[in-house]
């Protein structure tokens, strides 16, 4: 009776233990994978955030640059606020980007000895959408471009200026090869039978 039960307890007893060794090691594996799955998938968002904000920041960098070349040259501003005119900090811009990035809307503020103000422009690019062009500086058209100015004085002699710094105001040109509407030659040839 011992011997039969030593031997059904031998029997038994390693068959259980391999099965539940081997789904301890399947749930393992499966666990393993699924933690490697989740962390790629949150260090793929993290860096598509990161280039997204980079390159956000590179357009910044290249409109104010540019807009910082064309406010050193106006004399109305340098007159209202002094020179040497800075520009402010970063984190005090906004920024505003469509049409895949080919048009953007930018404001961010400035300051002179005189006075302070923000600097409000609109700019589009041309070019291609490469994975070169990503890395390379852009070259920005400045399309509308206006400074708010506060200009602190004497107790109430306070000054808020609005300067329009465009190098050429935008204009509408008229057509000069207009066709009627359809539906006014139709209403013509009517009126012209009666």
């Not at 807009?67 to 005090?92: F, R, T």
């Not at 399309?143 to 935008?170: C, F, S, W, Y």
């Amino acid at each position: 009776m011992l011997a039969k039960r030593l031997s059904s307890f031998f029997k038994l007893s390693p068959k259980p233990q391999i099965s539940t060794s081997t789904k301890k090691v399947d749930e393992e594996t499966g666990k393993y994978y699924g933690k490697k799955a989740v962390s790629f998938f949150l260090i793929t968002i993290t860096g598509g955030v990161a280039l997204s904000a980079l390159d956000d920041l590179a357009i910044y960098h290249g409109c104010s640059r540019k807009a910082m070349e064309k406010v050193s040259k106006n004399q109305a501003l340098i007159d209202a606020i002094g020179e040497p005119i800075v520009k402010g900090p970063w984190y005090n811009a906004s920024l505003s980007v469509a049409h895949k990035r080919h048009s953007v809307s930018c404001s961010f503020p400035v300051s002179g000895p005189q006075g302070t103000g923000v600097l409000q422009l609109k700019a589009v690019r041309n070019g291609d959408d490469t994975w070169s062009s990503f890395f390379l500086p852009r070259d920005w058209d400045i399309l509308i471009m206006d400074a708010l100015l506060h200009v602190p004085g004497n107790e109430e002699k306070h000054q808020t200026l609005r300067i329009n710094l465009a190098d050429k105001p935008l204009s509408c040109t008229t057509c000069t090869e207009c066709t009627p509407h359809p539906s006014e030659n139709s209403k013509a040839k009517l009126s012209s039978k009666q």
